[in-house]
């Protein structure tokens, strides 16, 4: 196994851009959840992807989208950058469709200044 | 809609002392709960996680929780912390078979270790 890899580690954005985040998961993961961790919270659930199709989604606005391709990586899109989207993003991938088995990366710290 | 409370923002103990963390969801019905740990910067490792069966569930690095269903709680325990426990933990609560609903995790707890 080599566990769940994001990238990059760290980044800055301006207010208004938008931002790609990259998840690479492990082979046979056929599900991968994104999470926001804003700093003193616990995650909250974004969405989630089944077989590269959105199957489940939490209280984030449209211009929070994603990818997962076949190759078991993902990518969450984030449009028009907002302060309050500054926090710690997780993903995580399971065998499963539901949560019952998460392997989560180390996530991305993404500042909106 | 699901929700979970951890009534402790922080906790401090004494290396060696025991420990517990409280945890109380509402669902409605039996979820799935689990609890895991997370260290400055890094991802969440999973400690122990209920399904059905032995209401007294056994997880990695000596952890233990026990899950109420008359008081809705899922409280996590250790007999005897080492200095190495010190991080933040979330009890989360998920939607039992293939839910694409995620999970919904509380604020956390902060423990601090006390040498």
């Known amino acids: 196994e080599t566990g769940v890899t994001q990238s990059p580690t760290h980044l800055i954005k301006t207010r208004g851009q938008q931002v790609t985040l990259r998840c690479s998961s492990q082979?046979?993961?056929?599900?991968v959840s994104w999470y926001q961790q804003a700093l003193g919270q616990g995650p909250q659930f974004i969405f989630q992807?089944?077989?590269?199709?959105?199957?489940g989604r939490g209280n984030f606005p449209p211009r929070f989208s994603g990818l997962q391709f076949p190759n078991y990586s993902s990518e969450l899109n984030v449009n028009a950058l907002e302060l309050d989207d500054s926090a710690l993003y997780l993903c995580?991938?399971?065998?499963?469709?539901?949560?019952?088995?998460?392997?989560f990366g180390s996530g991305t710290r993404l500042t909106v200044v | 809609a699901q929700s979970v409370t951890q009534p402790d923002i922080h906790i401090t103990v004494s290396e060696g002392a025991s420990l517990e963390l409280r945890c109380n969801y509402s669902?409605?019905?039996?979820?799935?709960l689990f609890w895991y740990v997370q260290s400055p910067g890094q991802g969440l490792q999973l400690l122990l996680k209920?399904?059905?069966?032995?209401?007294l569930v056994q997880g990695i690095k000596g952890f233990e929780a026990e899950f109420k269903r008359s008081q809705s709680s899922f409280n996590l325990r250790k007999p005897s912390v080492h200095w190495s426990d010190a991080a933040e933990y979330f009890c989360?609560?998920?939607?039992?078979?293939?839910?694409?609903?995620?999970?919904?995790f509380g604020k956390g707890t902060h423990l601090i270790i006390q040498p």
């Open positions: 209920y399904f059905s069966g032995d209401t």
């Open positions: 992807y089944y077989r590269e199709e959105e199957n």
């Open positions: 669902y409605g019905a039996t979820p799935y």
């Open positions: 082979s046979g993961h056929n599900t």
């Open positions: 989360a609560v998920g939607a039992r078979g293939g839910g694409a609903d995620g999970l919904t």
């Open positions: 995580a991938s399971s065998v499963d469709r539901g949560p019952s088995r998460y392997t």
